[in-house]
């Protein structure tokens, strides 16, 4: 099994450029999760899916669009691309649980380091 | 709302040293609690995790972290400090489909 794995590694944009990170998992996990880490901050919630064809915004959603079209793939997307979107990206999933109330671990990707000048 | 401190975002141990990272939690529900390590230009893996089965918890790599309902905190512990344990570490609380992290804590560990 590959786990979770994260398309490019690396990209540097242009402020304006648009781009699409992709994430796949091999695990059958129903949920999956798009992050951003920043120096000092830990982790921010991006957006998350709770399972194909539905998406949910998370605390930093401004700027980014999500799609799941199928179970395995959680893509994000940037639009119009700002410095201040400069990061390290992770996808993570989990598999649902179930209580409600609660979550599981969740198995994160290597990342992807974007730069935008 | 659930959420994480953990308490300093540096800690300095000699190697062979106790680690002691701290983690304390604000939950509404029983919670689901977590340990994660980052090692460098790496994503985050499971280090152990809290089920509300036994409040003493082992993970890997000689971690351990014990659940305190009434201190609301799940710090996260090690006898003896390797070289190899210095990393990122982030506590994170889980409800909703969701997992909430602390801010981490860097773990310098010298010869």
């Known amino acids: 099994n590959a786990g979770v794995t994260q398309t490019p590694k690396f990209r540097v944009l242009k402020t304006g450029q648009s781009m699409t990170l992709l994430c796949a998992q091999d695990?059958?996990?129903?949920?999956m999760y798009w992050y951003r880490q920043d120096p000092g901050m830990g982790l921010r919630l991006i957006h998350y899916s709770v399972g194909e064809g539905t998406t949910a915004k998370g605390e930093v959603p401004d700027g980014y669009n999500v799609s799941r079209l199928k179970k395995q793939n959680f893509l994000l997307g940037l639009e119009s691309a700002a410095p201040s979107q400069t990061s390290v990206y992770f996808c993570?999933?989990?598999?649902?649980?179930?209580?409600?109330?609660?979550?599981?671990?969740?198995?994160f990707g290597p990342g992807t380091r974007l730069t935008v000048l | 709302a659930q959420s994480v401190t953990q308490l300093g975002s540096h800690v300095s141990v000699s190697e062979g040293a106790l680690v002691l990272l701290r983690c304390n939690y604000s939950?509404?529900?029983?919670?689901?609690l977590f340990w994660y390590v980052q090692y460098p230009n790496q994503g985050l893996q499971l280090l152990l995790k809290?089920?509300?089965?036994?409040?003493l918890v082992k993970g890997i790599n000689g971690f351990e972290a014990e659940f305190k309902k009434s201190e609301t905190s799940f710090h996260l512990t090690k006898p003896s400090a390797h070289m190899s344990d210095a990393a990122e570490y982030f506590c994170?609380?889980?409800?909703?489909?969701?997992?909430?992290f602390g801010d981490g804590t860097t773990l310098t560990v010298k010869p």
């Open positions: 939950s509404s529900v029983p919670p689901y």
């Open positions: 994170a609380v889980g409800s909703a489909g969701k997992s909430t």
């Open positions: 695990m059958n996990h129903e949920y």
């Open positions: 809290y089920t509300s089965a036994a409040t």
């Open positions: 993570a999933s989990s598999t649902k649980l179930p209580s409600r109330e609660r979550a599981n671990e969740q198995f």
